[in-house]
Nanobody, 116 residues
């Protein structure tokens, strides 16, 4: 049984910041990568940022310079610091955990709403 639990979403004004956190637990075996995706209403789920066990990170162009992903390998956690948020960032954010066998585990999602 694997559990992936996100936290930290909410309502924020344009230009504000939020920090999302995700913890993975259970029979995951070795985690290869952890990351964040998002899905806005009427749109497909898209990659936001992903980080490997060595700390190598990839960011989607639309968040470069605004979002920072970090990971604690010992605790199987990943965080996403989101700054300079704008209404286009409004979406449900999902945490992904992928192990060395390419098995993927998703969280239930956390809502981020950017609005004045």
């Amino acid at each position: 049984q694997v559990q992936v639990v996100e936290s930290g979403g909410g309502l924020v004004q344009p230009g504000g910041s939020l920090r999302l956190s995700c913890a993975a637990s259970g029979s995951i075996f070795s985690i290869a990568a952890m990351g964040w995706y998002r899905q806005a209403p009427g749109k497909q789920r898209e990659l936001v940022a992903i980080i490997s066990g060595s700390g190598s990170a990839y960011y989607a162009d639309f968040v470069k310079g605004r979002f920072t992903i970090s990971r604690d390998n010992a605790k199987n956690t990943v965080s996403l610091q989101m700054n300079s948020l704008n209404p286009e960032d409004t979406a449900v954010y999902y945490c992904l955990t992928r192990n060395i066998y390419s098995n993927e585990y998703w969280g239930q999602g956390t809502q981020v709403t950017v609005s004045s």
